[in-house]
């Protein structure tokens, strides 16, 4: 093969694949350039024959059958932005199969079938580039596997999942969960079902990527401990941060706990002053803590056409000049598969800070009763505040932040006083604490 020109095929004419064969097309001498040699798209293959109209490329290279991609010996490098783990699946594992490398944007299908891909891909000597699986446009792939490849990664702070961030971003600001999603909805930051982000899937799918990265064992994403936002109310973003300086974020956070490690999504309370409390609306970031580099903080726009393409076309470049600079043969496949898998502490079993909001009858007793249901379980209280006086006798939100506690010995407590119908009115508001 030419080393001068390296030739790829496109699997996917959405928002992404149009979005790459854009970029290629707009910076064709900035990658010539950067990869010394010309990346040319010898074929795009999508079902819908609009988005292959409205590509822009040849009639010659459109296809409406993938296979076409794969059985191409002229093709180097196969990008795969179909989405979903099924056609998607096919795909990159016929790909490596056939002994070209793989660009793809799919979190869902990296997650879940790391081992197969990783595996197959270095029995194959193919790279498998994904650095717009996890934050689009952000380096963090490459960050983690070059940059840091000298450090042990002891935790990871991640906001990962951009509609998320942008709906807590405008409650914080005054909506109600509804209408703040309502809002995300208009700007194309949410789907119709927005639930893969809301019920925190995607930034789990992202964290069990990152998590893999991190340990060089296989985080599966089910076995990331997942909350999402749902149940998230605007009195608990306004009372937090009034009262206590806190912001809320979905975080996606991930430690090094030795012969474990701890994966877990969920709203997570942090001071302003952390560096993630001032990321707001779409954007998304990581907080990576290396052994020898310290604290770093990746921060960017985490999705849309642009920034998802330049993650793809960036693996593009940088396998080409591979090939170009050893002739057209990988010498350097950056990730080794392990069938190993990462062993996850049990969300009962971590310890952390956490904000209660209980809503109780304002009566005697009622603070003693709650000091004691949690003190019974090594449950420390350290700051306890109540919101003005009921002179009926009705329920009053009484909050309180307690010092570090197991999960476990929280979730104990509370389903004792939420038991209690005499003096608990509805069930207590629970959200971690991370400083």
């Known amino acids: 093969m030419n080393a001068q020109r390296v030739k790829i095929g496109i699997v996917g004419l959405g928002v992404v694949g149009m979005g790459v064969a854009r970029a290629l097309r707009r910076n064709r001498a900035v990658i010539r350039a950067r990869a010394g040699a010309g990346v040319d798209v010898r074929w795009a293959a999508e079902v819908d024959r609009k ?22 010996p002229e093709v180097q490098i196969v990008v795969e932005v179909v989405g979903g783990t099924g056609v998607a699946r096919e795909v990159v594992l016929g790909a490596l199969r056939a002994g070209k490398h793989v660009v793809t944007a799919n979190k869902a299908l990296l997650a879940k079938h790391w081992p197969e891909v990783f595996t197959l891909a270095h029995e194959r000597g193919c790279a498998v580039g994904f650095e717009a699986s996890v934050m689009a446009g952000v380096p963090v792939i490459r960050g983690l596997q070059e940059g840091l490849a000298g450090n042990a990664v002891q935790s990871l702070f991640g906001i990962l999942n951009g509609t998320t961030n942008f709906v807590l971003t405008r409650m914080a600001r005054g909506l109600e969960f509804d209408a703040a999603l309502a809002e995300a909805r208009e700007k194309g930051l949410a789907e119709a079902d927005a639930s893969l982000d809301i019920d925190g899937h995607d930034a789990a799918q992202k964290l069990a990527i990152l998590g893999s990265i991190s340990t060089g064992k296989w985080l599966p994403p089910s076995d990331v401990a997942r909350e999402g936002i749902g149940h998230v109310e605007r009195y608990d973003i306004a009372e937090a941060r009034e009262q206590f300086g806190y912001a809320l974020r979905l975080l996606a956070v991930f430690k090094d706990r030795g012969d474990r490690v701890e994966a877990r999504v969920h709203p997570t309370f942090v001071p302003l002053s952390h560096p993630l409390a001032a990321v707001e609306n779409e954007f998304n970031a990581l907080l990576v803590n290396g052994d020898t580099a310290g604290p770093i903080t990746f921060s960017g726009r985490g999705a849309g056409e642009r920034p998802a393409a330049s993650g793809v076309v960036s693996d593009i470049v940088n396998i080409a000049r591979s090939l170009h600079q050893s002739g057209g043969r990988m010498t350097y496949v950056p ?35 709650l000091a004691g249901a949690l003190g019974e379980r090594d449950v420390s209280i350290a700051t306890c505040h109540q919101r003005g006086r009921s002179e009926t006798g009705g329920a009053v939100p009484v909050v309180v932040v307690t010092h570090a506690a197991r999960g476990g010995a929280i979730r104990e407590a509370l389903a004792e006083i939420d038991g209690r119908a005499d003096f608990v009115k509805r069930k207590t508001v629970a959200i971690r604490i991370e400083e």
């Open 51 to 72: 988005r292959l109209a409205a590509s822009g490329l040849p009639p010659e290279c459109c296809t409406g059958d993938y296979r076409a991609v794969l059985s191409d």
């Open 335 to 369: 990730m080794r598969p392990s069938a190993e898998r990462a062993l996850v502490i049990p969300l009962d079993e971590v310890q952390s800070k956490f904000y209660l909001r209980f809503s109780v009858v304002d009566r005697p007793r009622v603070l003693a009763f």
